[in-house]
């Protein structure tokens, strides 16, 4: 089931980003389902989700929740990563294989393949990628605060609009998106983009 929540602010000019949520759950958001040890006991939710529109169209978009890739793997993994923050590249990557990610580090060409450009562009035009990068331990064998994670940039051209470029992440497992965002023209962005 479903809920959707919208909050604009009706004090300001036009042109103020509009947000909305998206829960999909057992239930409603905050339907409760009963009670235990004297508290009530919300239906639980899979998803939980943020668009952000302006003038543009979208340009916001996060997501999280059960139903994105493997919820129990990923966090195992982030207990790993809080607790042996010091890792090579193979000791990385053997860690997420034996997990079960499907994309990583190892099979870019796969991932890039699997990307899904054609859901997005309903929402944010034509689109091509420009760079594709999986998150790997730094010259300090240190495992950043995003990894295990592909962050991809891409060109968006809507129907009538100007080219955006968004920065997206992706989780390892399935490759599904955990958020969307726009950002400012690089000067390298208006580069070929990557082969398909």
Not at 80 to 109: M, Y
Not at 135 to 147: A, C, D, Q, R, Y
């Amino acid at each position: 089931m479903g809920s959707l929540e919208a909050s604009q602010e009706f004090d300001h000019a036009v042109g103020v980003p509009t947000v909305f949520k998206l829960y999909v759950g057992a239930g409603p958001k905050g339907f409760a389902t009963g009670s235990a040890n004297g508290k009530a006991v919300y239906a639980e939710q899979y998803l939980s989700s943020e668009f952000t529109f302006g003038t543009a169209g979208l340009i916001a978009f996060n997501a999280q929740g059960s139903a994105i890739g493997n919820s129990e793997q990923l966090h195992k993994l982030a207990e790993l990563r809080e607790n042996h923050p010091t890792v090579t590249d193979l000791q990385a990557t053997g860690t997420l294989i034996q997990s079960g990610a499907k994309f990583g580090s190892w099979n870019k060409d796969e991932f890039l393949r699997a990307l899904p450009i054609s859901k997005l562009q309903p929402f944010i035009g034509r689109v091509s990628v420009v760079s594709a990068e999986f998150t790997v331990p730094n010259k300090e064998h240190m495992l950043p605060h995003e990894w295990p994670s592909w962050t991809v940039r891409a060109k968006a051209v809507p129907v009538n609009g100007a080219e955006l470029i968004y920065q997206m992440t992706f989780e390892p497992f399935r490759g599904d998106l955990t958020s969307l965002t726009t950002v400012p023209f690089p000067p390298d962005a208006r580069a070929a983009p990557m082969p398909e």
